[in-house]
Each structure stands twice: as C-alpha cells, then as structure tokens.
C-alpha cells in the first residue's frame, strides 16, 4: 500500500532554513521518480521539485537554487532542504511520486514563513 508521510514543517523567519522528511512505504525508490509538492494558502497545489532514481533532479522556477531535494532509497524517504525561504514559500509541503498518485496523498507538514 502507497503512503507518504511528510515531517519537518513549522515557523521560520524569512532567510532561514528547513529540513522536510518525507517517509514513503509501498514504493520502490530504484524505479520512481518522487518529487516535492505544496499547496499554498487557497491555492492549487504545484510541482517544486523532483529527484530521479538516478539522481537527477528538477526543480520549479519558484525555488531552484534554494531548495535541494535528497533521497535515502535505504530509508525509503526524500528530503526537501529549504534554505533562504521567503513568505511565499508558505504553504502544505506533500511528497509523491512524479507524476503523481492522486488516490495516495499524505497530510503533508505545515511551512509558514513569518518574521
């Protein structure tokens, strides 16, 4: 059975950092690719960045070059490194598969950027 289990958000100043954690069950890391999703306050949720079981990485507009998604295929989990975060960054940070599963969502963790 698909789950994700997402971890890590919380309040942070503009400029700092996070890590999010996201443990994935029912899905074999060596042939998915999984990517980082958020869902903004009243907005629909987007892309923001995917990793490949080769390691290839993508990343939306919006955060590349401050953001780094990682993989531990061992653990089964991704990780979204956030740095210099901005208040648009706010949102409900979910992980899936790319393309996504849309039967198998998490609850996905809190970010909110406030000063």
């Known amino acids: 059975q698909l789950h994700f289990e997402e971890s890590g958000g919380g309040l942070v100043q503009p400029g700092g950092s996070l890590r999010l954690s996201c443990v994935a069950s029912g899905i074999n890391f060596n042939i998915r690719t999984m990517g980082w999703y958020r869902q903004p306050p009243g907005k629909q949720r987007v892309f923001i960045a995917t990793?490949?079981?080769?390691?290839?990485?993508n990343y939306a507009s919006s955060v590349k070059d401050r953001f780094t998604i990682s993989s531990d295929a061992a653990e089964g989990t991704v990780y979204l490194h956030m740095h210099n975060v901005k208040p648009e960054d706010t949102a409900v940070y979910y992980c899936n598969q790319s393309p996504p599963d849309a039967r198998h969502w998490g609850q996905g963790t809190q970010v909110t950027v406030s000063s």
């Open positions: 990793i490949t079981p080769g390691g290839t990485t």
